[in-house]
Structure formats: structure tokens, C-alpha cells
């Protein structure tokens, strides 16, 4: 069965700061993956995704995360955040051959500071 | 525009207790979601629909019942609530067959207590 660790259960950074949020899945095969964020007081939105071709993918808000497959990784980065980006963060992940079973990681907690 | 409507928005249940969570959303979407959101574990699936007609056991399911009463609706039972049942669930919902081809639509979630 697929795993997601996301190992940053918490995370703190002032504005401006760089953010680099940590996720691993063990899942030998083919996989789709996701980032997926939730701003305060609201729903879960899909923050960026990769499928295939180029492992480094940008998504919505100057966020952009990087897949390498030798380590079972797909990290989120940001060069600079913002205080907007005060959110929980989650990485999903889905093989190719197991349909509807998305397998979301425990979640990221960022609270970014004035 | 609503998207994803869930009822209620919070619950409180005494042990043994029946009810139903309901979501609808009027994007026209095919496959629907039934998740359960702990602290530290991430969301974890417990039914879901792909098309009318049609449910599938998650990572989750036991304990609870669902319906797809039709393209639009799709509902989560807990026939006799556990304390183990307490937490957020949403529903979520996909333009594709898949949770993967297109991305999911959340509701905003039904906070769900057990005592």
C-alpha cells in the first residue's frame, strides 16, 4: 500500500523567508502527485500537480515543487512567503494503477509572520 | 457559484446515534468523495462514487454507509456512531472518473463529535 510522510508537522518562517516543505510516499511504481493547500476558514484547493515529462512543476501562487524519483520526493518550495500563505499543506499522492485512491500525507502547518 | 455544499457544518452525537451527512455540488461532476480528516493523519478516503450509481469502499470504510442518490448528491451514513468517529469529514468532488485526471472540489467540511 502507498505511504506520504510529510515530516514538518509545523512551520514557522517570516515573511520573505524561503520555504521548502518536505514529502516522501513509498510507492515503487508510476504515480501521480499533488500539492494541495488549506488557507484558514477554507476548503482544500489544489496548489499544483505532476504527472509526467518535467519533474519541476509550478503551480498557483509562485509555488513549485520538484520530483525526484530516486528519493521518493516531491517538495514544495517557495523562494519568498508571504504572510497570505498562512496555511496547512498537504502532499497526495496516487498510483497509477490504484484508481480513486488518492493518499493524502499527514499535513504541514505554516504560519508565516509578519 | 456554490461548488460543494456540505450539511451540517458541525454535529454533536452520543454514542449509538444515527445520521446523515450530506453533500451535493452543482459542477456538473462526475465522481464524488467521502473523507475523514484527523489531526497529523492527513485525509483519509472512506467511500467513493465515480459515477452515478456506482460506490467503492475507500482506505476507510467501515462504519459507515453511503448513497449516490444521484449525479449531484452523494451521502455518508454512520448507522450507530463511536466516539472513533469524531473528526472532519468532507466531501469532495471530480470532473473525471478519477480523483487524479482532474482536480478534487472540497466542501468545507462537517466537524463531527462523538461523546
Known amino acids: 500500500a502507498q505511504s506520504v510522510s510529510q515530516h514538518n508537522h509545523h512551520v514557522i518562517l517570516s515573511e520573505a523567508a524561503s520555504l521548502e516543505l518536505g514529502c516522501n510516499y513509498s510507492y515503487g511504481g508510476t504515480v501521480n502527485l499533488f500539492w494541495y493547500v488549506q488557507y484558514p476558514g477554507q476548503h482544500l484547493q489544489l496548489l499544483l500537480k505532476y504527472f509526467s515529462g518535467d519533474p519541476l512543476v509550478k503551480g498557483i501562487k509562485g509555488f513549485e515543487a520538484e520530483f525526484i524519483k530516486s528519493k521518493f520526493s516531491f517538495n514544495l518550495r517557495k523562494p519568498s512567503v508571504q504572510w497570505s500563505d498562512t496555511a496547512e499543506y498537504f502532499c497526495?499522492?496516487?498510483?497509477?494503477?490504484?484508481?480513486?485512491?488518492?493518499?493524502f500525507g499527514g499535513g504541514t502547518r505554516l504560519m508565516v509572520k509578519p | 457559484n456554490a461548488g460543494v455544499t456540505q450539511t451540517p457544518k458541525f454535529q454533536v452525537l452520543k454514542t449509538g446515534q444515527s445520521m446523515t451527512l450530506q453533500c451535493a455540488q452543482d459542477?456538473?461532476?462526475?465522481?464524488m468523495y467521502w473523507y475523514r480528516q484527523d489531526p497529523g493523519m492527513g485525509l483519509r478516503l472512506i467511500y467513493y462514487s465515480a459515477s452515478e450509481g456506482t460506490t467503492d469502499k475507500g482506505e476507510v470504510p467501515n462504519g459507515y454507509n453511503v448513497s449516490r442518490l444521484n449525479k449531484r448528491e452523494f451521502s455518508l451514513r454512520l448507522e450507530s456512531a463511536a466516539p472513533s468517529q469524531t473528526s472532519v469529514y468532507f466531501c469532495?468532488?471530480?470532473?473525471?472518473?478519477?480523483?487524479?485526471?482532474?482536480?478534487?472540489?472540497f466542501g468545507n467540511g462537517t466537524r463531527l463529535t462523538v461523546t
Open positions: 469532495a468532488s471530480s470532473s473525471s472518473w478519477t480523483a487524479t485526471n482532474s482536480p478534487l472540489h
Open positions: 459542477m456538473n461532476h462526475n465522481s
Open positions: 497526495a499522492v496516487n498510483a497509477r494503477n490504484a484508481g480513486n485512491m488518492l493518499t
